[in-house]
Each structure stands twice: as C-alpha cells, then as structure tokens.
C-alpha cells in the first residue's frame, strides 16, 4: 500500500509561474518541455536542503525526479541505501568505495534517453571507473570480473550509432578484460589500455578523441592518460587522502562528460533542460564526497552547468558553515546567492524546510472524510510535521474516525507485504535514530544532563554512561531537533511519541513509572529550588498523583513573584497523561478524562479540602491545574467549556493579588486564545515564548 503523498507547502520548489527554485536552475517547467530563463546562468549554487527526520527532504527529491525525468537528464541516489554500504560479493574493498558506486548509479541513471535526445556517453569516468576496479581483479573469476567490467564499459554506450553495436563493443572490451585477469600479465595495464583503445579506435568522433586524452591531465601523469589512470588506481587504492584525491577527480569526469554532451550546437538544440543530479541523505557516505569536490572545483574556476540538489538532515556539516542560508520561502522567486570567492562552502546554498501550516494539513487531512475538529488535532500535536500529517492522515483513513491517542496506537498498514504496526512505532522509526530508540525512549523524559544521567543509572545498561548522554544529546542536535531547556528531547511531537513508546513498554506501565519515580527522587523534596520543585511536581502528576501540585500552587500563589508562578503552573501541568489512572497508576477500564470534569468544578464537592487552608483557593487551584493540564496536552483537543472556565478561574485571582493584577488578567485573556488556536501557553511579560522548557534544571 502507497501512502497517500503530496507536496502541500512546498510550492517555492516546484511552482511555474511564476517559476519555483527548481524550474530556475533547470530551465525547465516541471512536467512539461517548455523552457523557463535560468537564473544563475554562469555559476550555479549547489543547493542543500535541510530539515530533521520528517521534515520531506525525500519525497522532494522523489517529486523532483518523477517531475524532470525523461525531460532532462536527471539521477537520484540515496546515501543510506544498502548498496553504499559495503563493496559487493566477491568485490575488493581496495577496490571499491560509496563514491565510485555512487558516480556509476548516477552516470547510469544520467545517461538515459530523453524526449529529443539520445543517450549521454560518459567515456572519462567509464575510463576512471575501470582502472579503479581493474585493481582488484587479483581472482581468476573471469565472469564476475567480465560483469564487473561490462556494466561500467556501458557507460559509454551514446546510442548514436547502430542499434546495439555499443553494447555488443562492451561485451567484447570485457571479455578481453576479463581474458587478461585470468592470465599472467599486468592486467591493470592491460585493462587501461584496453579500454582507452576501445575509445579512440571504436569511435573517430572528435569528442571521444578528447574523452581518450582527458586523464593525461592527472596530476604528474606527464601528458600520458595511460599514466594518468595507473596513478588514479594507485591513489584510490592507498586510501585516506589519496583516495580522496582520486575521488575528487572521478567526480570531475563525470561533471566534464556531462559538460561534453552540451556542447556544441546540435546537443544544445536538442536538450532543453540542465541535467539533474539528486542526493538524499547527504550526511551519510558517500555524501560528503559527491558536494566537497563539487563545492570545491567550482570555487577554484572548473565551472559545471549541473543542478544539485540534495538533501542533509540537520542544519549543515562543519564542511558547509560559510554556505548562504535561506529558508524554502526566500528562494520562492530569487535566491539571492552570491558566493564569496575565498570560500568553497559559500557555493552551497543551504534551504531549511519550514512546518507545514495548518492551512496545509487541512488540505490533507480533509482529503479523506473525518471529524471537522481533526486537521487542526493533527497540525497541533505533529507541528506541522509531513510525516506526521502524513501518517495520522493513513492512519484515520485505515482505522476511522477517533482521537489522536487511539489514531497513535492503533495499526497502520504502509505496504501490501508488510503486516501493520501502531502508528507511533511507525513514526519513531522514521523521526529517530533507530539505534537509540530504548535510550531515547526513557531519557524523554529527562530535562537535562543531570537528570538524563540519573535515569540512564537507574533504568539504562552500565555501558551507557554520562558520556553517552551527552554524545546523544549532541546527536539531536546535529540531526536538527531543537534544543529547548529544560527538555531532553526539544521536539514536543518527538518526546510525545516516545513518552507514549515509553508508557506502553509493559502492560503494568511499570517501566513508565520507574522513570517517572527515578526523577521524583532525583528532585527530591529537600531541595528548596523552586526549579527542581515544578520539575518534581510534574513527574508526580504524570504518575497522576495531583494533591502536591494543588497544594504546591496554592502555598505559593500570595509568596511567588506571579510571573513565576504562571510559569510554575503552566510547567507542572505540561507532564503527559495518555490514559486515566487509579492511586497505584494502574489504567482505568474506562478510557474516560477526568481532567475536564474537575476543571469545570463538577467535583468539588466531594474533593476533601485540607482543615488548614482557605477552600475557595484550594478548589480553585486545583480546577485551575486540570484546566491548563487539559488544554495543553497534545492529545486532547482543547475544550471550550474548560477555556471558558480558564478565563474565569484567573480573573478571579487576578481579585485576590493586586500586585500581580495585571499578568494574571493579561493570562486570562491570553491563555484561553492560545489554548484554542494551538499555541504555547504564553506568560504575558512580552519575552517568553517556550511552551515548556523552563530554564536550567
């Protein structure tokens, strides 16, 4: 089963007219063969999308390859897919790195036909290719060293000539190759020779006179390109630097060959758009070593007409810290991209990714038949999150109309082949790193460094240490999750997702509430921090132990400055509640909210009030926190009824502090507003716009 994708919000990328980033810099509209001006018709940028996991770095790519192919020349490849991983069966790893394998899945994607015109030859990096892997044919395996060898000679098949006759030229260049590792000679010079005889002698074009000569400009090669290839083996073959010096000029192969095919009246007739070069996951080998040399040829003069478009998760590799910032709406009608000339970096152009809005999950969502109220659930709890939207949007469509906490454990089937799995399994395996699920699913619920490392000794393997917490942490960040203090986890969607992964660990919730009651101890009440003392409050409420939170804020309420104490409120009540629980934080047969119920004041009469307090305040405190607790929670729709009585629970006590009068009627008219349009709960002081993260721990 497909699940149901379009590009809501992404229109900056792909738009016509007026025409998007991409139809810019390829010259072509998307979907169509008519032209459209270039914009950078010189240098181009060598354009980086960034964003997290979730963000639809991919489904961009894949959009923009559907749109442009059998238009233009146009490849994509995924850097984390398996086959750059590790050489092939039987392949030497001297022999073979993510690079050389990723510039032949790209030549061979390159060099299909398109409307208008034949096949791309790519005769330098064929050349390239072959002495690179020549140096591995040590075996007498003459068929896989005949397929090996075959598969890149193909490269060179431009179909300009004689149905088949390039095909059947490779086959014979490989069998010769192949003949040659099997016997006593030295078969890496007689496969260089080879192949740059089949070149100059199989073709008299004065092109491919040129491709035969190319590499004899190799650095100390001497004029000779048959020396230029036994030192780019040699160099690819040692590794480290050297290898990456060869790469370097594997890369320049490709982009001359590519450089080939435009030149000249007739190819420039003939194709109409610049060819397209797509890279996902760009963070990952062999992604750094496709855009460094690139970046770097281009700042040095070696000018290409190839769009790069790739795809980075996070923010920018050290590598990129002085490329041009942009978010996807700032490049809708210009880049504005100007590179600096002693910075090799500043030729990327690095486009963030920003939410969907709630105007675009509407669109989505409502494209199946669910409650009015849903999209706007949706928007709020994932942020704006494609996949999210995306899979809560698969998700009510398999399992019908319900909330979002049943939407998230309920299964969802992504493919035919494959039996479903609950939704929020689904997601975490795409917005986490999957091999930090277990750690990240309890440290969610950590605040800081300090608090992190207390659960990981308490729940977590020996092996897992302060280090690993901070390295994790660091990992997050990296990856374009947001740092908030007082979080852990930054992203609210993300910590809910695992809070909910870590609620449902066992069927008693007892990994959830050893977590919980290792950060009660953790901020233990002895400590007189009003900070640790909201962070203590709040893991009792998650465990649903509420009378310490309403006797806490209703102590504090005439003591503390009342902009801390609406932050102390609006932090305690933000701890996560997924089901309703019994004193021992056991679920209750019925799934019902009691939250709402003790906002509205319906059960006040049966609430025991303290002898020594003042019962108006008490009952009001605590119908104020399971107000403000029900309408922050990301999987519960607000209720207007409990906004109404939020509004009037803190004009009331704006009535009983005149020194604070004014914040907490400022609240009052705030917090009901915010609550409705799903927004963080803000503390009127003109400054704080965290929903949650409440400084340092």
Same mark, same amino acid.
């Given at each position: 089963?497909?699940?149901?994708?379009?590009?809501?919000?992404?229109?900056?990328?792909?738009?016509?007219?007026?025409?998007?980033?991409?139809?810019?810099?390829?010259?072509?509209?998307?979907?169509? =063969?008519?032209?459209?001006?270039?914009?950078?018709?010189?240098?181009?940028?060598?354009?980086?999308?960034?964003?997290?996991?979730?963000?639809?770095?991919?489904?961009?790519?894949?959009?923009?390859?559907?749109?442009?192919?059998?238009?233009?020349?146009?490849?994509?490849?995924?850097?984390?897919?398996?086959?750059?991983?590790?050489?092939?069966?039987?392949?030497?790893?001297?022999?073979?790195?993510?690079?050389?394998?990723?510039?032949?899945?790209?030549?061979?994607?390159?060099?299909?036909?398109?409307?208008?015109?034949?096949?791309?030859?790519?005769?330098?990096?064929?050349?390239?290719?072959?002495?690179?892997?020549?140096?591995?044919?040590?075996?007498?395996?003459?068929?896989?060293?005949?397929?090996?060898?075959?598969?890149?000679?193909?490269?060179?098949?431009?179909?300009?000539?004689?149905?088949?006759?390039?095909?059947?030229?490779?086959?014979?260049?490989?069998?010769?190759?192949? $003949?040659?590792?099997?016997?006593?000679?030295?078969?890496?010079?007689?496969?260089?020779?080879?192949?740059?005889?089949?070149?100059?002698?199989?073709?008299?074009?004065?092109?491919?006179?040129?491709?035969?000569?190319?590499?004899?400009?190799?650095?100390?090669?001497?004029?000779?390109?048959?020396?230029?290839?036994?030192?780019?083996?040699?160099?690819?073959?040692?590794?480290?630097?050297?290898?990456?010096?060869?790469?370097?000029?594997?890369?320049?192969?490709?982009?001359?060959?590519?450089?080939?095919?435009?030149?000249?009246?007739?190819?420039?007739?003939?194709?109409?758009?610049?060819?397209?070069?797509?890279?996902?996951?760009?963070?990952?080998?062999?992604?750094?070593?496709?855009?460094?040399?690139?970046?770097?040829?281009?700042?040095?003069?070696?000018?290409?007409?190839?769009?790069?478009?790739?795809?980075?998760?996070?923010?920018?590799?050290?590598?990129?810290?002085?490329?041009?910032? =942009?978010?996807?709406?700032?490049?809708?009608?210009?880049?504005?991209?100007?590179?600096?000339?002693?910075?090799?970096?500043?030729?990327?152009?690095?486009?963030?990714?920003?939410?969907?809005?709630?105007?675009?999950?509407?669109?989505?969502?409502?494209?199946?038949?669910?409650?009015?109220?849903?999209?706007?659930?949706?928007?709020?709890?994932?942020?704006?999150?494609?996949?999210?939207?995306?899979?809560?949007?698969?998700? $009510?469509?398999?399992?019908?109309?319900?909330?979002?906490?049943?939407?998230?454990?309920?299964?969802?089937?992504?493919?035919?082949?494959?039996?479903?799995?609950?939704?929020?399994?689904?997601?975490?395996?795409?917005?986490?790193?999957?091999?930090?699920?277990?750690?990240?699913?309890?440290?969610?619920?950590? =605040?800081?460094?300090?608090?992190?490392?207390?659960?990981?000794?308490?729940?977590?393997?020996?092996?897992?240490?302060?280090?690993?917490?901070?390295?994790?942490?660091?990992?997050?960040?990296?990856?374009?999750?947001?740092?908030?203090?007082?979080?852990?986890?930054?992203?609210?969607?993300?910590?809910?997702?695992?809070?909910?992964?870590?609620?449902?660990?066992?069927?008693?919730?007892?990994?959830?509430?050893?977590?919980?009651?290792?950060?009660?101890?953790?901020?233990?009440?002895?400590?007189?921090?009003?900070?640790?003392?909201?962070?203590?409050?709040?893991?009792?409420?998650?465990?649903?132990?509420?009378?310490?939170?309403?006797? =806490?804020?209703?102590?504090?309420?005439?003591?503390?400055?009342?902009?801390?104490?609406?932050?102390?409120?609006?932090?305690?009540?933000?701890?996560?509640?997924?089901?309703?629980?019994?004193?021992?934080?056991?679920?209750?047969?019925?799934?019902?909210?009691?939250?709402?119920?003790?906002?509205?004041?319906?059960?006040?009469?049966?609430?025991?009030?303290?002898?020594?307090?003042?019962?108006?305040?008490?009952?009001?405190?605590?119908?104020?926190?399971?107000?403000?607790?029900?309408?922050?929670?990301?999987?519960?729709?607000?209720?207007?009824?409990?906004?109404?009585?939020?509004?009037?629970?803190?004009?009331?006590?704006?009535?009983?502090?005149?020194?604070?009068?004014?914040?907490?009627?400022? $609240?009052?008219?705030?917090?009901?507003?915010?609550?409705?349009?799903?927004?963080?709960?803000?503390?009127?002081?003109?400054?704080?716009?965290?929903?949650?993260?409440?400084?340092?721990?």
């Amino acid at each position: 089963m497909r699940v149901h994708r379009r590009l809501h919000g992404r229109g900056a990328l792909f738009d016509t007219d007026p025409a998007g980033l991409a139809p810019r810099l390829v010259g072509l509209r998307p979907h169509q =063969h008519r032209t459209t001006p270039v914009e950078h018709p010189q240098e181009l940028p060598f354009v980086v999308l960034t964003g997290a996991r979730g963000t639809g770095k991919s489904a961009l790519l894949a959009e923009l390859r559907e749109a442009y192919q059998g238009h233009t020349p146009v490849a994509l490849v995924d850097c984390e897919a398996a086959e750059f991983a590790a050489p092939p069966a039987g392949r030497d790893a001297e022999a073979w790195s993510p690079v050389s394998q990723a510039l032949l899945v790209i030549a061979e994607q390159l060099a299909q036909p398109v409307t208008g015109a034949g096949r791309i030859a790519f005769p330098r990096l064929m050349s390239g290719l072959v002495a690179v892997a020549a140096a591995g044919w040590r075996d007498a395996d003459s068929e896989r060293i005949r397929r090996e060898v075959e598969r890149i000679l193909l490269l060179n098949e431009s179909g300009s000539w004689i149905a088949g006759f390039a095909g059947r030229w490779a086959g014979r260049v490989a069998a010769n190759v192949a $003949a040659a590792a099997t016997g006593t000679g030295p078969l890496l010079s007689s496969a260089i020779e080879a192949t740059l005889e089949s070149i100059s002698d199989s073709f008299v074009h004065r092109r491919q006179q040129r491709a035969a000569t190319w590499w004899r400009d190799y650095p100390n090669a001497s004029r000779n390109a048959r020396r230029g290839l036994m030192l780019l083996s040699g160099h690819f073959r040692a590794g480290g630097t050297s290898r990456e010096h060869a790469e370097r000029h594997l890369v320049r192969a490709l982009l001359a060959d590519l450089t080939d095919a435009y030149t000249g009246v007739l190819p420039r007739m003939q194709r109409l758009g610049r060819p397209l070069v797509l890279v996902d996951n760009a963070q990952c080998a062999p992604g750094p070593g496709l855009t460094d040399p690139v970046l770097r040829d281009r700042s040095e003069g070696l000018a290409d007409q190839v769009v790069f478009i790739t795809a980075l998760r996070g923010t920018g590799r050290p590598a990129l810290r002085n490329a041009v910032r =942009h978010t996807l709406p700032e490049v809708a009608r210009r880049t504005d991209w100007r590179p600096d000339p002693a910075s090799p970096s500043s030729r990327a152009l690095l486009v963030s990714l920003p939410p969907l809005t709630a105007d675009d999950t509407l669109h989505i969502v409502d494209e199946h038949q669910v409650p009015p109220r849903l999209p706007h659930a949706v928007h709020r709890l994932t942020g704006g999150n494609p996949l999210g939207i995306t899979l809560l949007t698969e998700s $009510a469509a398999q399992n019908g109309t319900a909330s979002l906490g049943e939407l998230l454990t309920a299964d969802v089937q992504l493919h035919e082949e494959r039996d479903g799995r609950p939704t929020y399994v689904e997601l975490l395996d795409r917005l986490v790193p999957t091999d930090r699920l277990e750690e990240l699913t309890v440290l969610a619920a950590a =605040h800081d460094h300090d608090s992190a490392t207390a659960l990981a000794e308490a729940l977590l393997p020996d092996d897992f240490g302060p280090a690993d917490v901070r390295a994790l942490q660091t990992r997050l960040v990296e990856e374009g999750l947001p740092e908030v203090p007082g979080r852990f986890v930054g992203d609210p969607f993300v910590r809910t997702l695992l809070l909910l992964r870590l609620h449902h660990r066992s069927a008693d919730h007892g990994r959830w509430r050893a977590a919980h009651e290792t950060l009660i101890a953790h901020y233990a009440p002895t400590d007189p921090d009003e900070h640790h003392a909201r962070y203590r409050l709040h893991h009792e409420l998650a465990l649903g132990s509420t009378e310490p939170a309403v006797a =806490h804020l209703r102590d504090t309420f005439t003591v503390l400055d009342t902009r801390t104490w609406l932050r102390t409120l609006r932090f305690v009540a933000s701890a996560p509640y997924f089901h309703a629980h019994d004193a021992e934080g056991h679920d209750f047969a019925a799934r019902d909210d009691r939250r709402a119920a003790i906002a509205l004041g319906h059960t006040d009469a049966a609430e025991r009030v303290p002898d020594d307090v003042d019962p108006g305040l008490h009952l009001r405190t605590r119908r104020l926190l399971h107000a403000v607790w029900q309408l922050t929670d990301p999987l519960a729709l607000p209720d207007p009824k409990v906004c109404d009585r939020l509004r009037f629970e803190l004009e009331q006590l704006s009535n009983l502090r005149p020194a604070g009068n004014a914040l907490l009627w400022r $609240a009052s008219r705030d917090w009901p507003e915010d609550a409705l349009a799903g927004r963080p709960l803000r503390v009127p002081d003109g400054t704080d716009e965290s929903d949650d993260g409440e400084g340092e721990a």
